[in-house]
T-cell receptor
Framework: QKEVEQDPGPLSVPEGAIVSLNCTYS??????FMWYRQYSRKGPELLMY????GNKEDGRFTAQVDKSSKYISLFIRDSQPSDSATYLC???????????FGKGTLLTVNP | NAGVTQTPKFQVLKTGQSMTLQCAQD?????MYWYRQDPGMGLRLIYY???????DKGEVPNGYNVSRLNKREFSLRLESAAPSQTSVYFC????????????FGEGSRLTVL
């Protein structure tokens, strides 16, 4: 079983839609959860960071972690064409300081 | 502020040739990383350096070597390139630890014929 599973999509939505992106992970030692955004032909950049369970909101973006089900989510409200990118979840924890990335979900927001 | 700079951005090699990918960061970060990104495989860690003078293998180290030249620079070498090493390579740096954000370069696109 992969440490982090992420549906690669692609996901295509109309402008203004609510987008839900999800990952599952297998190692209960993971306590640090991140979402990176990667535009085409660019390097990933950190979008959201969450420690342990709960929600974190930043503008139109909400990151949610459910450690009991080992499930992490990123919600995008009022999606915009500029949100079109690949979204990668990443986890770390325990004695392992290295980030483990999901495969990424390609999102297209159509005007 | 340049952040993380990778060279070259594009390279075409023939099987068996060698080359070095260069990476430099100007953020005074202790940790540096080399990832490869392939369609359907996501980002996979090749090697990392937690601090100047140390290097460790990641998930997919075979066929690669690294050198942490100083705190700023971390190079990745392919001694005898193979078609399976065709990929996009990303260098990243960070403060280290669980809460440290990673900063990525723009990538180096390598094709091995």
């Amino acid at each position: 079983q992969k440490e982090v599973e992420q549906d690669p999509g692609p996901l295509s939505v109309p402008e203004g839609a609510i987008v839900s992106l999800n990952c599952t992970y297998s190692n209960s030692a993971f306590q640090y959860f991140m979402w990176y955004r990667q535009y085409s032909r660019k390097g990933p950049e950190l979008l959201m960071y969450t420690y342990s369970s709960g929600n974190k909101e930043d503008g139109r973006f909400t990151a949610q972690v459910d450690k009991s089900s080992k499930y992490i989510s990123l919600f995008i409200r009022d999606s915009q064409p500029s949100d079109s990118a690949t979204y990668l979840c990443a986890v770390s924890g325990g004695s392992n300081y290295k980030l483990t990335f999901g495969k990424g979900t390609l999102l297209t927001v159509n005007p | 502020n340049a952040g993380v700079t990778q060279t070259p951005k594009f390279q075409v090699l023939k099987t068996g040739q060698s080359m070095t990918l260069q990476c430099a960061q100007d953020m005074n970060h202790n940790s540096m990383y080399w990832y490869r990104q392939d369609p359907g495989m996501g980002l996979r860690l090749i090697y990392y350096s937690a601090s100047e003078g140390t290097t460790d293998k990641g998930e997919v180290p075979n066929g690669y070597n690294v050198s942490r030249l100083n705190k700023r620079e971390f190079s990745l070498r392919l001694e005898s390139a193979a078609p399976s090493q065709t990929s996009v390579y990303f260098c990243a740096s960070g403060t280290g630890g669980h809460t440290g954000e990673l900063f990525f370069g723009e990538g180096s696109r390598l094709t091995v014929l």
